[in-house]
T-cell receptor, first 115, second 113 residues
């Protein structure tokens, strides 16, 4: 079946604007994760969902970041009042469950550039 | 603290030569270990994973990795590198249910002809 998809693939925005990033997980996967990949920084975990619930939001960098998931499927990551330091690739992953042995499958990412 | 260290930021290997990418981890529980590869402009693709059992695991594209608990290592190897292997490689550790993977900062592999 189809893999994890993300949209848009690229987003250029002006400082101070809000952006929404979308993730469509693999069908049937109950767990969904958001990561941020900055140049030279590796992957930074942001938030995960089990179903529609996000038990731990402590990975979100600031209160300008929020995420939701509806219907146990699509998730959106919203960044309000974007700053230049928000520029990064935002990766979404999904897994069948939350057990540690459940492999996370990654989407191609959204490259966000804040001017 | 839980962490993954990939000591080599950038490695250059000649095509046809062998490759070993190092990964060391610190994890408080039973570790589940992963290697992912990321080609330019692409997402992460799983190469292989270790959960339990045989400490030498085989993956896709001719890669293998060996789990050494005494050294807290999970090094990735390939006997003969191809130019198409040029990419960034990430080691990751997980294990506790409901937690995300912890990634290393990655090793960029360049392949020279």
């Amino acid at each position: 079946g189809a893999g994890v998809s993300q949209s848009p693939s690229n987003k250029v925005t002006e400082k101070g604007k809000d952006v929404e990033l979308r993730c469509d997980p693999i069908s049937g996967h109950t767990a969904l994760y958001w990561y941020r990949q900055s140049l030279g920084q590796g992957l930074e975990f942001l938030i995960y969902f089990q179903g529609n619930s996000a038990p731990d939001k402590s990975g979100l960098p600031s209160d300008r970041f929020s995420a939701e998931r509806t219907g146990g499927s699509v998730s959106t990551l919203t960044i309000q009042r974007t700053q230049q330091e928000d520029s990064a690739v935002y990766l979404c992953a999904s897994s069948f469950g939350l057990v540690g042995t459940d492999t996370q499958y990654f989407g191609p990412g959204t490259r966000l550039t804040v001017l | 603290a839980q962490s993954v260290t990939q000591p080599d930021i950038h490695i250059t290997v000649s095509e046809g030569a062998s490759l070993e990418l190092r990964c060391n981890y610190s994890y408080g529980a039973t570790p589940y270990l992963f290697w992912y590869v990321q080609s330019p402009g692409q997402g992460l693709q799983l190469l292989l994973k270790y959960f339990s059992g045989d400490t030498l695991v085989q993956g896709i594209k001719g890669f293998e990795a060996e789990f050494k608990r005494s050294q807290s290592s999970f090094n990735l190897r390939k006997p003969s590198v191809h130019w198409s292997d040029a990419a960034e490689y990430f080691c990751a550790v997980g294990g506790q249910a409901g937690t995300a993977l912890i990634f290393g900062k990655g090793t960029t592999l360049s392949v020279s002809s």
